[in-house]
């Protein structure tokens, strides 16, 4: 559920250069908890981010994964309905070859956030685990790039770790590179993307059963606006 840190001076290398060939395997040492793979979390987020768009009528051609780590969440995106184009984007040079190498595509592109250029020209940014890495006094500058990259009218997935589940810091603890992280609450993300210009749409919370209580899944898109998911979306839009 996590990413690589961004908004860090362009000479320093990402800590996460160093787990850019075993992620998987030390991501699933706290994700076995709940009985899922990461991959579970992963398809999790899409779908659900995917029915807010139809909510709004919003449809996205170019799509930015910030912080896309391994690039995992790039496929996913680019299997929504008008996508045309994604891009993937991290600090950790090493993550951005092996996301190259694994999830090549002519219509994808990955580079390290050192060689980025915002531009305006995206339709849809999504972000998943990626603040609570980022030092509290780079977030502003985090979120002004993400501003930067969306057409007017864009919408931005904003996904965290709810600090607020138990379960959430329980696994947390139990991933190495996420141990020491500074989690956000969704008070905080909220007023964090209000501060870069954007405009809040909803705030859904996900991922509440293990999956031993499977069977009780279906409930969570009903109450997806109790704060008891052990994530949470915080979907913004740029205004136009």
């Known amino acids: ?8 001076p362009p000479e320093a290398k990402s800590e996460f250069d160093g787990y850019a060939e075993n992620y998987d395997e030390e991501l699933q040492k706290g994700l076995a908890v709940s009985g899922e793979s990461k991959q579970y ?5 899409i779908a659900f981010l995917q029915k807010c768009l139809n909510k709004l009528k919003a449809q996205a051609q170019r799509v930015l994964d910030f ?14 309905p008008g996508v045309n184009f994604t891009q993937g984007i991290d600090l950790s040079a090493e993550c951005i070859a092996h996301a190259e190498k694994t999830y090549h595509h002519q219509d994808r592109r990955f580079c390290t956030l050192t060689d ?3 531009d305006g020209s995206f339709d ?5 685990g990626v603040f609570h890495h980022i030092p509290v006094d780079k977030r502003a500058g985090a979120i002004e790039t993400i501003f930067r990259s ?11 770790n ?27 993300s909220r007023t964090l993307c209000q501060s870069g210009g954007f405009q809040i749409v909803r705030t859904d919370y996900l991922f509440i059963f293990p999956r031993l209580l499977k069977w009780f899944r279906p409930l969570e898109q009903l109450i997806s606006s109790w704060p008891v998911g052990t994530q949470y979306q915080v979907l913004c839009r740029k205004p136009i």
Request: aromatic letters at 12%.
């Open 150 to 160: 969306l057409k007017p009218g864009g919408i931005f997935a904003f996904w965290e």
């Open 1 to 8: 559920m996590t990413r690589s840190a961004v908004a860090k």
């Open 162 to 188: 709810n600090p607020w589940n138990p379960a959430t810091r329980y696994v947390m603890s139990r991933i190495p590179f996420d141990k020491d992280a500074i989690t956000l609450t969704p008070h905080e």
């Open 124 to 128: 849809l940014v999504f972000c998943n």
């Open 41 to 45: 979390f992963a398809t999790g987020r």
């Open 67 to 80: 912080g896309c780590g391994t690039g995992t969440s790039v496929p996913l995106l680019h299997a929504l």
């Open 116 to 118: 980025y250029q915002p």
